[in-house]
């Protein structure tokens, strides 16, 4: 799924031998340290979908069952193009297309990561990068759980040939993964001093989060469930089993009460020519609730409490 870590992950194995292939995508908003993805395979799956009748950026609900002759040979050779001792490619859209994969490359593994979902589409609406967000912000949730729950039926169906890991243990155990995958599938990997994992890049601090996470368990249970499944199911056992947000929901009426207060205020100061982002702020207290409530304006998490109002 997109925004769960996958290009971090590519990175790390890159480093440690796996070939990712040449025609890199290049650095963007919101992946400025890279994509990491094969453009060989994202401009294939992005054109695939869209002749389908599916947002090539890989916003769906549905998956590509199968290809017609001239797709298949086109996938062919951009197989063998990049094909080596050890290689492979990321594209978080590959989840619309693995039942195409398992039939075409029969002997392929499989290396699945999640992520919570909340700090996923926390991701997403801070990104502002996908239009289908701001205009139904609860495609976002739908989509981390139709990925997902692709992703954990494939898994559950491919065991031999697949490997399921939560986000966190790449990032804070990178070379046991790297072990696991060389065991597992035989490959040479070699570990990596250096995962190359920034903090600053990867939002998923549990404390900052929680009201996302109260919001979800209350406005999405199945999600939650379902990234317990995950959990259960992963290769390696989680660093934390899932600890609830123990909020209530006097934290979101606080939340959007104060950010409407807030709201007032900036169209108040943006009236009289003054950005609200360039106030100043004398106490630090204020100053993280300006930004925390700042955040939430602009978030589409605001969005999503009016659409659950509908």
């Not at 440690?16 to 994202?42: C, P, T, V």
């Not at 594209?91 to 990561?113: C, I």
Request: aromatic share 12%.
């Amino acid at each position: 799924m997109h925004r769960s870590g996958t290009s971090f992950t590519a990175s790390l194995l890159q480093k440690a031998g796996l070939n990712i292939g040449e025609n890199l995508l290049r650095a963007s908003l919101g992946n400025e340290l890279g994509h990491f993805e094969n453009e060989d395979f994202l401009v294939f799956h992005k054109k695939n979908l869209a002749h389908h009748n599916l947002n090539p950026d890989g916003w769906s609900l549905n998956t590509v069952q199968s290809l017609d002759g001239t797709q298949k040979e086109e996938l062919t050779s951009i197989i063998k193009k990049n094909e080596s001792s050890q290689w492979g490619w990321k594209d978080p859209r590959t989840t619309l297309f693995l039942n195409v994969y398992k039939e075409l490359l029969p002997n392929a593994f499989f290396l699945f990561v999640y992520r919570k979902p909340w700090e996923v589409v926390d991701s997403l609406f801070r990104r502002s990068t996908d239009d289908d967000f701001y205009t139904q912000p609860t495609s976002a949730p739908d989509n981390w759980h139709f990925y997902n729950q692709l992703i954990l039926d494939f898994f559950k169906q491919n065991a031999d040939r697949s490997i399921l890991v939560d986000i966190e243990n790449v990032m804070q155990q990178s070379n046991t993964v790297i072990e696991l995958l060389n065991t597992k599938f035989g490959f040479n990997f070699h570990a990596s001093p250096d995962s190359t994992f920034d903090s600053a890049k990867f939002n998923n601090n549990r404390n900052k989060n929680r009201r996302q996470q109260f919001f979800y368990e209350n406005a999405f249970p199945d999600s939650i469930q379902l990234y317990k499944t995950l959990q259960e199911n992963s290769d390696m056992p989680p660093l934390e089993d899932y600890i609830s947000s123990n909020e209530n929901i006097n934290c979101l009426i606080d939340w959007w009460r104060d950010a409407a207060e807030i709201q007032e205020t900036r169209n108040e100061l943006n009236s009289k020519g003054i950005p609200f982002t360039k106030l100043p702020s004398t106490l630090t207290e204020n100053e993280l609730l300006k930004a925390e409530i700042d955040w939430i304006i602009n978030s589409k998490w605001w969005k999503i409490r009016g659409w659950l109002k509908k």
